[in-house]
């Protein structure tokens, strides 16, 4: 590793240590720092045009605020931050837009999302408070060069965009990123590529050519996953590249960035059959001491792969981040809410009621309201957390899955319902997830469960199908509309690179590479894939001869 490495990470260690004492410290106070939160953000869009809209008081309180504003989604921020975008104002809050950062979330469409300096330095302290507590809790990890995610958008909109947009290191303060670039094993302008493929390229390049990488931060375990894979796939051409320092064919889309050098890597490359096993990754890495992903919901059977492949290191999941805000992290060995961020409260999952930060209970599962300096106000998210136990008196939370439902034909099926059944899946299953489709076997609407399966195995798998129909049938809505015919019942494909297929039609669909999650619910519209459809078709073909 570097002098200039080696200074970055003891600079940014000192500068980031007073941001995690004063989160510990100030965790016995969780009410008095909301409120404070509360009245600065009112004072900063009750000038606005949305403080207009929304009747924004300088003088209100907690109490007022919460009996006046509504609850809000995207929908109602959509118009207001197109205007804003076109004429560059602060129509929402009273800070300058810094940029719009673009997400898919996991099931939907591109939103804008502003990130103002008021948020921004809300996310600051929650990244600064993480990255603190790393440097306490796993010394080792500083002891080389880290790899933070760059989420590339869609090589159509990187028009739209700077191409840097998606660079994890931005959330921090500019004189916090400055030291964390120093520490970094590949270069921001990856982004800058010509398409996702060549950036995609260009950080395998950089990650195999690093033989002092510590630390490696992605938000998705499969999109890890992918990335050796298809290391795998290129790993001639990688071989090529770092024994020659060029780009080769692909240096006209590199935006001018330089290839790295690695005799060392080049050789590993030429000799690895392509087989992911855990000791190619041992050498190719041999100081790796920490991988961070999310690894709860349906996220953890892709976790428990990318674990399996690099051993050698230690595990931290993420926490509850989404591009519209945070909510909690891991905090010495927990997920606190994040409570020196935004504004919070809580819709409890089971009656609808609205509880502030302060008023949830261990146990209690429900779903976080954020405002925001971005100038969101009580923006409800789609996510269900559970409250596991308090540090201090801020709870910390488990992420239980989106909250997000499929209802075809009346059967209200939900993403934590999809999520148990999934859970009781034989061991060794990896559920993709339960697709809701329009058309499923017999022309008619249904569910149909994708698994990853082994090589050489392909087609319907009608054991694991009578499971979820069985599980679903527990649901009264979904078996009665089972009984008037109204759904075909319940199927399983499994297919080799069932998952590769997954993630290839949510790109399709407009999600951005990076944040696609494995989510345990999905709804397809319009035509699947071909190979899906004659799966379907011969369960069809089936059914009919079974009649």
């Known amino acids: 590793m570097g002098a200039g490495s080696t200074l970055g990470h003891q600079l940014l260690r000192t500068l980031v240590a007073p941001g995690r004492r004063d989160f510990e410290r100030r965790s016995a106070a969780l009410e008095a720092v909301q409120r404070g939160l509360l009245e600065r953000w009112i004072r900063a869009v009750a000038p606005t045009a949305q403080g207009r809209r929304l009747g924004v008081q300088p003088h209100w309180r907690w109490e007022d605020f919460a009996r006046e504003v509504p609850v809000q989604r995207y929908g109602d921020y959509a ?31 591109v939103k804008w999302i502003p990130y103002t300096k008021l948020f921004l330095g809300e996310l600051d302290r929650a990244i600064t408070a993480w990255v603190g507590d790393l440097y306490r809790q796993f010394p080792q990890h500083t002891g080389g060069t880290h790899y933070w995610s760059l989420s590339w958008i869609p090589t159509e909109m990187r028009g739209q965009t700077a191409g840097d947009i998606n660079d994890d290191m931005k959330l ?54 992918g ?38 890597a080049a050789s590993l490359l030429r000799q690895w059959d392509g087989r992911l096993q855990p000791a190619f990754f041992a050498e190719l890495w041999p100081r790796l001491a920490l991988l961070s992903s999310w690894d709860t919901a349906a996220a953890a059977p892709w976790a428990a792969q990318l674990k399996a492949l690099l051993p050698q290191a230690a595990f931290q999941g993420k926490g509850l981040w989404a591009t519209e805000g945070v909510v909690s992290f891991p905090f010495a060995g927990r997920y606190p809410l994040a409570y020196t961020s935004h504004v919070y409260e809580f819709e409890d999952a089971g009656d609808g009621r609205i509880l502030a930060p302060w008023q949830i209970r ?10 925001t300096g971005s100038g969101f106000a009580r923006y409800r998210m789609s996510d269900v957390v559970r409250v596991d136990g308090f540090l201090g008196s801020v709870p910390c939370l488990t992420f239980l899955g989106r909250n997000d439902g499929v209802d075809l034909v009346g059967e209200k099926i939900s993403a934590t319902t999809a999520q148990g059944l999934l859970d009781t899946l034989p061991a060794g299953t990896l559920p993709v997830t339960l697709l809701a489709l329009d058309r499923s076997s017999g022309g008619r609407p249904g569910y149909v469960l994708l698994v990853e399966g082994a090589a050489g195995s392909q087609g319907l798998r009608p054991d694991l199908g009578a499971h979820i129909e069985a599980g679903l049938l527990q649901h009264f809505h979904y078996r009665l509309a089972r009984e008037l015919d109204q759904l075909a019942p319940a199927a399983c494909i499994a297919l080799p690179a069932m998952r590769d297929l997954y993630l290839e039609q949510c790109r399709e669909r407009g999600m951005i590479e990076g944040n696609i999650k494995i989510e345990p619910l999905r709804h397809w519209g319009g035509e699947v894939p071909a190979v899906l459809r004659r799966a379907l078709d011969a369960s069809s073909a089936q059914a009919a001869r079974a009649a």
């Not at 931050?81 to 469409?109: F, N, W």
């Not at 303060?173 to 670039?181: D, E, I, N, T, V």
């Not at 590249?241 to 064919?249: D, N, P, Q, V, Y």
């Open 172 to 225: 921090l303060s500019f004189g916090k990123r400055l030291l964390a670039y120093l520490t970094q094993a590949a270069p921001q302008e990856i982004a800058l590529a010509g398409t996702s493929d060549d950036s995609m390229f260009a950080t395998l390049a950089w990650l195999m050519a690093d033989e002092n990488l510590s630390f490696i931060s992605v938000w998705s375990p499969t999109f890890a996953l």
């Open 227 to 264: 990335a050796l894979e298809q290391a795998s796939r290129w790993r001639v051409e990688l071989a090529e590249a770092l024994a020659r320092g060029s780009w080769g064919a692909r240096t006209p889309r590199m935006a001018g960035l330089r290839c790295p050098r690695s005799a060392r």
């Open 79 to 109: 118009q207001p931050i197109e205007r804003q975008r076109s004429d560059a104002g602060q129509a929402l809050i009273a800070s300058p837009v810094m940029r719009y950062q673009p997400t898919s979330g996991s099931t939907s469409a």
């Open 362 to 371: 261990q146990g209690q599962e429900v779903i976080p309201l954020l405002t």
